[in-house]
């Protein structure tokens, strides 16, 4: 049974349950609209040989990982991330250094955010570490940003350059761990400012954050939305300049989200005055049957098979 | 590094972390009060070979427990769960059966309480089944019971008979799966109804549930709320008629809690009234300046070496 079966399978079961004010599931976060807020959770699970292996990444690294990936499903959905609950499933051999290590890294980066550790489990474990992070984000409603709200028109566009974790992947398996792109395959930054400020533009519409690549993130978009898109092939920022790499890869943790096209210049200078750096536009939504993206490379259509990244 | 050393030296981490709100960690989940309402999120890892053995309990019993202990621990502050989270990870020998099995166990139990699904993470796994559970409740505020209320004088209760579970445990490990035991270890029955009624009862003063044994889990109580406690040993309600099993065995998910002294015999009867069960009376809260548990055996005191349940 695949995982994304099971996912499907459990959903299907709870599809008449009372979901007491929590919103479907769907987007990066899961909603609960309290008057003029929201409270958003989400919930990752990190499984050593899965997800990471134990000497490709340092414990700190690690630990700064396990909470930067649930940082930015929170930035995703517009809102601030501000309290965390950590699991962790230690095995025999991992010893106090380890240990020091993974909770300093989570720790550092919780700092950089102001986000809070309100809970967790600690428990033995008889198979490798297992990690699962739950990050709790609070804001107004009105900013909260859903998959749902892309349309025709909108201009699609990317938080930060794409492909660099794939790369480092590709780097760290081939022993070259100190890299760029290694580095930021270890140690990714979330989005979480820019999220938090994207959430209070109403002229962002979807939104979510690209953790297995544009290629099949941006599908989540199309289907909930109801609509397909062109990317412009040229236009998509290519960490490595290899745009195969930036729309395939995985674990880059920018953010993904389409733009009332009236309003995409006037955003891009405003960001670019806010945080110092450029959002890439890479494409427009369209008007479709079938949520499909049209890769349209100097003006022509190409075919190519890119899909997204599937852990190893 | 043991479980507990590394949540300690991660909350001293954090000690000093701007909390947003969220109550310190320290009661079976971590409250955000919202004007007069509160959100209680708790949160607990299952480990194949540490928590359950694949072949000692059914996939369908394991989605049941996998949600009974999570609201065990909503019900334990007073609070009504409302939805919850479920990640799993799964290794390549899980089939479609198993994790069926076990959804719809997961399922059955959530439809029993009326507790929604709203996120999870579904992942593989090289090693073993994990499963990670995030329970949401929400009530009054004032309902909320802390491990920190108990006052010398006050009643000291238990939700039911205790130590089923671990002489369940005793019965699989010897190859008995079909006693009255081994079922109630593996399929527990949290007092979900009963923590909502009490968290209304004002003169309930600390609560938690008993996942540890009593001997281990009243010292938290007796700790956070700096004071002792005298239990009266013929009155402990044991399962088995074996009062060591009874007050150090595992996993019995009954609530423990204190209550004013004048007014427990009337809550007593209306709990007897509303459930048709009796909660059992086994000693009272006292002054003291070491958190330490009396035993008194028909009078006298003795000094027995009981200490909590430790997962194999």
Redesign the interface.
């Known amino acids: 049974?695949t995982?994304?079966?099971?996912?499907e399978?459990?959903?299907r079961?709870?599809a008449d349950?009372?979901?007491?004010g929590?919103?479907a599931?769907g987007d990066d976060?899961?909603v609960?609209p309290?008057g003029d807020e929201a409270?958003a959770?989400?919930?990752?699970?990190l499984?050593?040989?899965?997800?990471f292996l134990r000497d490709g990444i340092s414990a700190r690294e690690l630990g700064r990982k396990s909470l930067a990936v649930n940082l930015s499903d929170v930035a995703a959905m517009g809102l601030k991330p501000?309290?965390t609950?950590?699991?962790?499933?230690?095995p025999a051999d991992?010893?106090?250094e380890w240990?020091?290590g993974f909770?300093?890294g989570?720790?550092e980066l919780?700092?950089e955010y102001?986000?809070?550790?309100?809970?967790?489990?600690?428990?033995?474990?008889?198979?490798?570490i297992?990690i699962?992070v739950?990050a709790?984000g609070?804001g107004p409603l009105a900013h909260v940003k859903r998959r749902a709200a892309a349309r025709a028109g909108d201009a699609i566009f990317v938080g930060g350059e794409l492909g660099a974790s794939a790369a480092g992947l590709e780097d760290i398996l081939k022993g070259r761990h100190d890299s760029t792109f290694a580095a930021a395959h270890r140690n990714p930054a979330p989005q979480v400012f820019e999220g938090e400020w994207l959430g209070g533009r109403a002229e962002v519409h979807a939104m979510m954050d690209i953790s297995d690549g544009t290629a099949s993130d941006l599908l989540h978009i199309l289907r909930a939305s109801s609509c397909g898109a062109e990317i412009t092939v040229e236009d998509i920022p290519a960490a490595k300049g290899d745009v195969a790499t930036a729309v395939c890869g995985g674990e880059d943790y920018k953010l993904l989200f389409t733009v009332e096209a009236a309003a995409a210049d006037e955003l891009q200078r405003d960001f670019a005055e806010r945080f110092g750096r450029t959002i890439h536009r890479i494409g427009r939504i369209t008007e479709s049957a079938t949520p499909v993206i049209r890769w349209i490379d100097r003006g022509r259509e190409i075919m190519p098979s890119w899909h997204g990244f599937e852990?190893f």
Chains 1, 2 share one sequence.
Request: charged share 20%; with cysteine.
């Open positions: 049974m995982e994304f079966g099971f996912i399978h459990v959903a079961l709870f349950a009372d979901r007491h929590w919103e599931i976060c899961t609960l309290l409270i959770l989400t919930t990752d699970l499984v050593e040989g899965v997800h501000r309290a609950l950590l699991s962790v499933a230690l991992v010893g106090k240990a020091h909770a300093a989570y720790r919780a700092a102001d986000v809070a550790l309100v809970g967790g489990d600690t428990t033995a474990s008889k198979n490798g297992t699962s739950t709790i609070r852990h």
